[in-house]
Structures are given as structure tokens and as C-alpha cells.
């Protein structure tokens, strides 16, 4: 009898594993809301923080907590020049994020927030 080397499971289960990773993979939330992406990165790790200033032109600003942000392409821009001000404009903020459709998920050059 020879080995195979592959997993055997039924069709629903590969199904929902399936859909499970696609749904994490496109999302792209924010280690608060138990994100893949995001509680596997440690990007927000070199700040020494666990809030960012955010300052949008025209509005107080904000600290948010890096829990409640995304691991994005965007955030890698930021931790890398080693900034904890950041100053960007409402338009940075993805409009698809917050409808959960967001399709280029850690490669949004947006802001992920929650």
C-alpha cells in the first residue's frame, strides 16, 4: 500500500475552511476583531506604543489604539519611517474597509481603522 500525502476531508468542511480564508484574506480587520492578518503581524511592535496620533486636518486629534488597526501596506509606510504622528486626509481613510469589502485586504495602500 503506497502513502498518500494529502489531507482527506469531506466537501462541506473543505467548503467552509475555504470560505473561512477567503473571508480573512479579503477583510483584512484589525487585531481587535480577530483579524488573521493582523494578529499574526507584528507591525505595530517597534513603536513602543500601543496608540497612534492621528491628526486629519480640521478635527481634533485622535489616539487610536493599534488594536484597532489594520495591518495594511499603508501602516507599513508609516512604522518604517518610525513616526507616532501621523497626518493624512479623510480620502486615506478606505471607504471599502468600512463596508467590509475591501478587496486588496494587507495591500491597501489605505487607512484600515475600526
Request: charged share 20%; with cysteine.
Amino acid at each position: 500500500m503506497e502513502k498518500c500525502n494529502q489531507v482527506h476531508v469531506s466537501v462541506p468542511f473543505a467548503t467552509l475552511v475555504s470560505t473561512t480564508l477567503a473571508m480573512h484574506a479579503l477583510s483584512n480587520c484589525c487585531r481587535a476583531h480577530g483579524d488573521l492578518a493582523s494578529t499574526t503581524s507584528d507591525i505595530f511592535g517597534g513603536l513602543r506604543t500601543d496608540t497612534i496620533e492621528l491628526r486629519i486636518p480640521g478635527l481634533a486629534s485622535l489616539n487610536i489604539s493599534t488594536d484597532r488597526i489594520a495591518a495594511t501596506f499603508f501602516w507599513n509606510r508609516f512604522v518604517k519611517e518610525k513616526r507616532r504622528v501621523l497626518f493624512f486626509s479623510p480620502d486615506r481613510v478606505c471607504k471599502l474597509h468600512q463596508q467590509n469589502q475591501c478587496k486588496y485586504g494587507v495591500e491597501c495602500k489605505n487607512v484600515h481603522l475600526c
